[in-house]
């Protein structure tokens, strides 16, 4: 069984390089949507655990590959977006965040960035793309597959609510797991953590 990893919003494949060395043993591939430059878009022959990034989960529920087989959210979702029956972030929020980008988008990458966690510099970006899926975490909601979904949320993740954080993947088969002290970049935060949760999950698809 093969992993395949998905970034989320404003973040590249690199953000899997620590988990990706721990699971160095583990056949696997990294997608990349290319927001920072020439995509990168794996396919995987074969059955395959996703292993995702939060608006990574909904790129892969979106097209999931033909041998998905289970996911491991980690500070994943199928919505983004509040709607009255259910948590997430305001529209209004999204909204600002949309117009704002039209007028600054490397300010507006830089601020959620920081928001997330990280300082790191980045180089040019595709603003088309960034904003085009920006436009998706406002107004999509991913279909929920038939596989298992291994939920992984950070306890203090200053991006998702925590009402939206214990309602995602409603009536899926989901496990949910909290990371207590971890933030919105778990990956990059605590991967040796998220490495014994795709262990396991591995395990159990064995």
């Avoid at 209004?92 to 980008?101: A, Q, S």
Wanted: aromatic share 6%; hydrophobic share 45%; net charge negative.
């Amino acid at each position: 069984m093969k992993l395949l990893f998905a970034h989320g919003w404003g973040f590249d494949g690199s953000v899997w390089t620590p988990l990706s060395r721990l699971l160095a043993d583990l056949p696997q591939a990294i997608d990349d949507r290319g927001y920072f430059g020439s995509p990168r878009i794996m396919t995987v022959d074969g059955p395959c655990l996703a292993v995702t990034h939060s608006f990574g989960a909904m790129r892969v529920l979106a097209a999931p590959p033909p041998g998905l087989v289970g996911i491991v959210a980690i500070n994943g979702f199928d919505r983004f977006s509040a709607r009255p029956d259910r948590p997430g972030v305001p529209i209004r929020v999204i909204d600002r965040m949309v117009r704002r980008f039209g007028e600054n988008p490397r300010a507006v990458l830089g601020e959620f960035r920081r928001q997330c966690g990280t300082e790191a510099d980045f180089e040019e970006i595709d603003a088309t793309l960034l904003h085009g899926d920006l436009l998706r975490l406002r107004d999509e909601e991913a279909a929920l597959p038939t596989v298992p979904i291994l939920s992984l949320q950070g306890g203090r993740d200053p991006i998702l609510p925590e009402a939206m954080r214990a309602q995602v993947f409603p009536q899926a088969a989901v496990r949910r797991i909290e990371c207590e002290a971890g933030g919105h970049l778990l990956p990059l935060e605590a991967p040796e953590f998220c490495a014994d949760i795709v262990r396991e999950a591995m395990g159990a698809l064995a």
